[in-house]
């Protein structure tokens, strides 16, 4: 069945570092490809997304980058800030099937940046 | 937009009872997700609708969970008896149908204590 593997937490980064999580997944077919974030004591919300191969999402200055032939969707974002401290999960949507809206979610990265 | 709305967003019950989840959609949205997160698990799909009909409850733990969707602005998800294991954040998401729109968008979550 289709899985999403993203890096174990927690990461810890000082105001204005690089950030990279990293993501791969194993899919049948042609999914789209999710990040999304989680606030301390919210709901999850979509940060960015890809449809297809080569495509990259983008939102609030982070990136990701829909690479079919490594299986990879790797989030970054050049310089980090305190406010961008959160859970993020990377997940796809199967295209095939009957399941077209289901989303597989990886286990989530915390990330807490420092001032 | 309200959002997905939630409620209660936390509930402390006792073994045995019940315990019933709500969930009010986004107008328009032809698909409601339920979800658990806990720390050990991660965030698990339970069950998912399409037009008020549930599609796929594979996700659902054991038949003391249920849940309804009467009308396409609400939605319940019910645990008869509840459990301590049962503890855990809920979380509703709503998405439409159409091309590209396999976003979802989530409620803030129920918190739920058994003790």
């Known amino acids: 069945g289709d899985s999403v593997t993203q890096m174990e937490g927690p990461v810890t980064l000082s105001e204005e570092a690089f950030l990279t999580i990293n993501c791969t997944y194993t899919a049948t077919g042609y999914p789209s490809l999710f990040w999304y974030v989680q606030y301390p004591g919210e709901g999850l919300q979509l940060l960015l997304k890809?449809?297809?191969?080569?495509d990259k999402g983008s939102n609030k200055g982070f990136e990701a980058t829909y690479r079919k032939e490594t299986t990879s969707f790797h989030l970054e974002k050049g310089s980090v800030q305190v406010s961008d401290s959160a859970v993020y999960f990377c997940a796809l949507s199967g295209r095939s099937g009957g399941s077209n809206y289901k989303l597989t979610f990886g286990k989530g990265t915390l990330l807490t940046v420092n001032p | 937009d309200a959002g997905v709305i939630q409620s209660p967003r936390h509930e402390v019950t006792e073994m045995g009872q019940e315990v019933t989840l709500r969930c009010k959609p986004i107008s328009g949205h032809d698909y409601l997700f339920w979800y658990r997160q806990t720390m050990m698990r991660g965030l698990e799909l339970l069950i998912y609708?399409?037009?008020?009909?549930?599609?796929?409850d594979s996700g659902m733990p054991e038949d003391r969970f249920s849940a309804k969707m009467p009308n396409a602005s609400f939605s319940t998800l019910k645990i008869q008896p509840s459990e301590p294991r049962d503890s855990a954040v809920y979380f509703c998401?709503?998405?439409?149908?159409?091309?590209?729109?396999?976003?979802?968008?989530f409620g803030p979550g129920t918190r739920l204590l058994v003790l």
């Open positions: 998401a709503s998405s439409r149908k159409g091309v590209g729109t396999e976003t979802q968008y």
């Open positions: 890809a449809t297809k191969a080569d």
């Open positions: 609708f399409n037009n008020n009909v549930p599609i796929d």
